[in-house]
């Protein structure tokens, strides 16, 4: 299974264009899966289940409503089981992880750096998942490890963040997101009009979404850059031309 990563500032609008590609399938493109079947998926792996027992849970997960009741314990066992493997797993994660959980910046509250963390490990956990699994397409990811370095690199410096990308684990490709840092603060200030670091938060972000694409591309990951300042629409169509010429969508 590949694994595509969105990145850029918080407001920038990447949850939206994901969705809206997972939702509605462009042609000449593999299927683009939520993460929230991963917890399914690495259940079936894992146990292995006949077809008819796969079906018919497939089918019940679908449904939103069992879906909040399936999703918890699994998605409980899908991170244990991760997090487990992950004590022996091969290059480069061990290097990743070691540098990605070091000291964090003494300026950052304690509850705050928990929470990155927190946040970190559940996306460890999620592209461990990914890339173990079976099957054909892409999962796309807008709160990957491309995007956590984002929020963990608000508190390091600009050294540690680099390497922070030249040891993620790869993906198969990843996403920037742009818009204007004016348009960005606008739609932050729409969603909480109470918080004032708006200014500094987006121009780290770009800052860091700089050092990722130059990092990412010395090791030839492939690393596109897509205008959110317009319309939805748009910025969807233009990311699905911009994933249809990669190679390692098509196997080439």
């Known amino acids: 299974m590949l694994r595509i990563e969105f990145m850029g500032p918080p407001g920038v609008g990447k949850t939206t264009v994901v969705r809206r590609l997972q939702d509605d399938r462009a042609p000449g493109l593999p299927a683009l899966h939520a993460p929230q079947w991963l917890p399914l998926w690495a259940e079936h792996q894992r146990k292995r289940p006949n077809a ?57 509250p304690e509850a705050l750096a928990l929470e990155r963390l927190r946040s970190f490990a559940f996306s460890a956990a999620q592209a461990w998942v990914a890339d173990s699994l079976h099957g054909q397409g892409a999962v796309v990811f807008d709160e990957g490890l491309a995007q956590r370095g984002i929020s963990l690199g608000q508190g390091m410096d600009v050294a540690r963040t680099r390497e922070f990308y030249r040891r993620m684990p790869a993906p198969a490709a990843v996403v920037r997101v742009r818009a204007s840092s004016a348009e960005i603060q606008a739609r932050l200030r729409t969603r909480n009009p109470d918080v004032t670091r708006f200014n ?53």
């Open 52 to 108: 008819v027992t796969r079906n018919l849970e497939s089918i019940l997960y679908a449904r939103k409503g069992l879906r909040r009741w399936m999703r918890p314990r699994l998605e409980k066992e899908m991170i244990r089981h991760a997090l487990r493997a992950l004590r022996d797993a091969p290059g480069p994660w061990p290097e990743f992880l070691r540098g990605a959980l070091g000291t964090p910046d003494p300026e950052i």
């Open 200 to 252: 500094a938060m987006v121009e780290r972000a770009f800052e860091i979404g700089e050092l990722a694409g130059e990092a990412l591309g010395t090791r030839g990951i492939p690393v596109v850059d897509i205008d959110a300042s317009g319309d939805v629409e748009s910025a969807v169509q233009e990311t699905a031309r911009a994933l249809k010429g990669l190679s390692v969508m098509s196997g080439r």
